[in-house]
């Protein structure tokens, strides 16, 4: 890391807190793509910039503020993002407690940027301890701040998407217009600022080398998504349902600095939805496949985006997962989040399909969304069950900040993590101690959150895909997975009932 940067871009240390004892060799650390790009958006024009990613060094709160103030940069930037589209809110806490620490070693102005500060910018400059507050997708909001900071240029009123305080009151900018030339306004990912030797890919992503997790990368190749599902925030900085994408030739040529500078064949693709712009999707497969390159990729993609010509491709490319929103078991529930029409027949053939052309499923499902009871999330497990992919995501329905579910859940007076009884921004996190679900009108959230951590156990000790994992990837991996299983995750609410009984 440079030595007094004009900004230095921070993740603040979040998976203890987040995935408690699952962090230390199960959950995956993946290189800060925002940061990455942000860095290399200002670097171009002309300000010198620094990562200090404190997830992949290993440091605490209070080594990362240290170090922080060690850097001397002009500007600190905390770019709260997280693993998954909504995980920005449960990131928060790490980011206070080190803006906190910050704060009382040194007098270095700083901003705060990521899904959940752009969905509550004003809230967040009034209760959280940063000095600025951005509310869109960031860069232009950083290039401009800088010009104030450092060459004195304009005012604070002048720079889109930033929210101050003026004379003691919150004040806020109408936010930048988006990037749409992403070729040429974002054109790298920062991967030379950072020891990619540090970072690793999730595990079943690595089914088949487990020995070999190490190195990893995400590799962003478009922005936003088409898609309103009311459980998704993901929006937020974008504040308009789009799809902005990078050329093909721009996403092989970053793939080939992965390749041939850092040795990176794991590849994530973070981007929302992936599988849905067929040009794009098979423009990057054709560019990887002339490369020849062995590549181990995941991507995420839709029961309804999945067709046989892009499915051949993708494999061929080395997109060896792919992870498929199933959500719900009931049609009911699936439309009242506006999931698309779908059914559990389309559902099932499109998990086959992709299978087919030897391509693994992670499918996800969320239990206890608004229309859920007990019936309808046997249902979804039935058919978590009866698909048996060769890996499963099991999530509790949240209300996060920037869906249509937090502004619903706020209507009916729903208890939230962050009402006035609960956890926090923490309790946003599925696997967190202080986890706490969105009830339903049947439901309690106690009751979801038990139904979901059983279902984990019952669907990874099921003898019928331990039997699957057996002949797809061998008793190494058997065995992994029942070690798995072995992490309990702590809840404070089954804690607290047995110390009550």
């Not at 959280?128 to 507050?133: A, K, L, M, N, S």
């Not at 939805?273 to 995941?298: A, K, P, Q, S």
């Not at 619903?408 to 007076?413: F, V, W």
């Amino acid at each position: 890391m440079s030595q007094h940067s004009d900004v230095l871009f921070v993740t603040p240390p979040s998976r203890v807190q987040v995935y408690q004892d699952l962090s230390r060799d199960l959950a995956a650390i993946e290189p800060p793509v925002w940061a990455g790009l942000l860095a290399m958006f200002v670097r171009n024009r002309g300000y010198d910039a620094a990562i200090l990613d404190s997830e992949a060094q290993g440091l605490n709160h209070q080594q990362t503020a240290e170090a922080i103030v060690s850097a001397r940069p002009r500007l600190v930037v905390f770019v709260i993002y997280g693993q998954q589209p909504s995980a920005s809110t449960q990131c928060m806490p790490a980011g206070r407690t080190v803006c906190e620490q910050l704060n009382a070693l040194a007098d270095i102005p700083t901003l705060v940027m990521g899904t959940h500060p752009s969905a509550l910018p004003k809230r967040t400059l009034l209760e959280e301890p940063y000095t600025y507050v951005c509310q869109g997708e960031g860069p232009q909001t950083i290039l401009g701040l800088l010009r104030v900071l450092k060459n004195n240029q304009g005012s604070l009123r002048d720079v889109p998407g930033l929210w101050h305080f003026e004379d003691g009151h919150p004040v806020g900018n109408p936010p930048a217009s988006l990037i749409s030339d992403l070729d040429k306004e974002l054109p790298g990912q920062g991967w030379a600022l950072l020891d990619m030797s540090r970072y690793r890919a999730h595990n079943w992503h690595c089914f088949d080398h487990l020995d070999a997790r190490s190195p990893y990368a995400s590799l962003q190749t478009s922005l936003g998504c088409p898609f309103k599902c009311a459980f998704c925030c993901i929006n937020a900085p974008f504040d308009t349902p789009m799809l902005r994408t990078w050329s093909p030739d721009h996403v092989i040529s970053l793939i080939d600095r992965l390749v041939l500078d850092h040795g990176v064949t794991n590849i994530k693709i973070p981007d929302e939805m992936f599988v849905l712009n067929r040009r794009h999707v098979l423009g990057i497969c054709d560019r990887i496949i002339e490369r020849g390159y062995r590549l181990n990729i995941w991507a995420y993609a839709r029961v309804d985006t999945v067709q046989d010509q892009v499915l051949e491709r993708l494999k061929a490319a080395g997109f060896n997962w792919l992870g498929v929103g199933i959500e719900s078991g009931s049609q009911h529930v699936r439309d009242g989040v506006e999931k698309g029409r779908f059914g559990e027949r389309e559902i099932v053939s499109a998990v086959r399909k992709i299978q087919s052309y030897g391509i693994h499923v992670a499918a996800n499902y969320i239990f206890g969304l608004p229309d859920d009871d007990l019936a309808s999330m046997r249902a979804t497990l039935d058919l978590a069950l009866e698909l048996n992919t060769e890996w499963a995501n099991f999530y509790c329905a949240m209300a996060y900040p920037g869906s249509p579910l937090y502004g619903m859940a706020k209507e009916k007076g729903w208890a939230l993590p962050d009402g006035p009884d609960g956890p926090g921004w923490i309790g946003y996190s599925q696997h967190a101690y202080d986890c706490l679900p969105l009830p339903t009108e049947a439901l309690s959230a106690t009751q979801v959150l038990d139904f979901r951590d059983k279902a984990f156990l019952d669907y990874f000790t099921s003898s019928a895909y331990l039997a699957m994992m057996q002949r797809t990837f061998g008793s190494a991996v058997v065995e992994h997975v029942r070690d798995m299983c072995a992490h309990k995750v702590r809840r404070r609410h089954h804690e607290s009932a047995v110390s009550a009984a």
